[in-house]
């Protein structure tokens, strides 16, 4: 059975930093794309970043581009998001999302999800 | 403002079959498969369907999705209480590499 478990949410200033974790388990986590996705409080869901599943390539969003950075250690079955700069508009609930396969960007199966809030 | 259009609501009758919309542009529900995903209160989203008319194992055959053209639709039959949730569209965009979804649609069952 997949499992992500994210970790790493909470509550940081304006223009703070905080990095997020997600664990991955019941599959060969090297052999697919991750992907985070957001949602802020009473919104949708918006597509924030994804990583290949060798890391090579690597996609974000023009509302995160040059302030967060996803990365994984595949030895470690684990998928980061480094954010920086944080602003109040960035609060939102980070889901941690496993693609289907074969690079088709069908988001087919996701964490419970850890909460950032933004905030003075 | 979404990339991908869905009515913010619908509604329908126990039993009834009631359809929800996507719509898009070339480089996106055009170009490439669409999927829905189905997001419980309090709850993570859920894949719903997948290659615009594709159920994941564990999906009941009551929902079903099609595509055509530049727009996408998710139909759900047999409707049920439990079904009264938020249905959310998604495809990749060849222009913004990037997954674009729909605004959300709330479905109420009447």
């Known amino acids: 059975e997949v499992q992500l478990l994210e970790s790493g949410g909470g509550l940081v200033q304006p223009g703070g930093s905080l990095r997020l974790s997600c664990a991955a388990s019941g599959f060969t986590f090297s052999n697919y794309a991750m992907i985070w996705v957001r949602q802020a409080p009473g919104k949708g869901l918006e597509w924030v970043s994804q990583i290949s599943g060798s890391g090579g390539d690597i996609y974000y969003a023009d509302s995160v581009k040059g302030r967060f950075t996803i990365s994984r250690d595949n030895s470690r079955d684990t998928l980061y998001l480094q954010m920086n700069s944080l602003r109040a508009e960035d609060t939102a609930v980070y889901y941690c999302?496993?693609?289907w396969g074969g690079g088709t960007s069908v988001l087919a199966s996701w964490g419970q999800g850890t909460l950032v809030s933004v905030s003075s | 403002q979404s990339v991908l259009t869905q009515p913010p609501s619908a509604s329908g009758t126990p039993g009834q079959r009631v359809t929800i919309s996507c719509s898009g542009s070339s480089s996106n529900i055009g170009r490439n498969t669409v999927s829905w995903y189905q997001q419980l209160p309090g709850t993570a989203p859920k894949l719903l369907i997948y290659?615009?008319?594709h159920r994941p194992s564990g999906v009941p055959d009551r929902f079903s999705g099609s595509k055509s053209g530049t727009s996408a639709s998710l139909a759900i039959s047999g409707l049920q209480s439990e079904d009264e949730t938020d249905y959310y569209c998604?495809?990749?965009?060849?222009?913004?590499?990037?997954?674009?979804f729909g605004g959300g649609t709330k479905l109420t069952v009447l």
């Open positions: 290659s615009n008319s």
């Open positions: 999302v496993k693609d």
């Open positions: 998604g495809a990749w965009d060849d222009s913004l590499n990037a997954v674009v």
